[in-house]
């Protein structure tokens, strides 16, 4: 399935505006090839989650969580990927 849109939540937003500009356009260019085929780019693996759930891992140091809403795709968290590592059993 091919999404049109991708959304990010606030935090999201807030997240990447606090990054150096080279990363925040390495993290930005990863979330965008999201919309070609979401499933294909990069190290993305579904989430063992009740809701259907993936999460991106961006050049070793960044773990984007995203979920299809319809024919968009919702980014909603993102954080270092030690972080993530810690929090995998609560996401």
């Known amino acids: 399935m091919i ?3 991708i959304r990010i939540t606030t935090r999201v937003h807030d997240f990447l505006e606090a990054l150096h500009e080279k990363d ?3 993290v930005s260019e990863h979330i965008d090839r999201l919309t070609d085929h979401p ?3 990069g190290d993305i693996k579904r989430l063992k989650t009740p809701k259907e759930r993936y999460r991106m891992h961006v ?3 960044y773990t984007v969580f995203f979920y299809p809403d319809g024919e ?3 980014v909603d ?3 270092t990927t030690e972080q993530a ?3 995998y ?3």
């Open 3 to 5: 999404f049109l849109n």
């Open 24 to 26: 925040r356009r390495i």
């Open 39 to 41: 499933y294909a780019h």
């Open 59 to 61: 050049s070793y140091r």
């Open 72 to 74: 968009e795709l919702v």
């Open 77 to 79: 968290e993102i954080m």
């Open 85 to 87: 590592h810690k929090r």
């Open 89 to 91: 059993g609560r996401i």
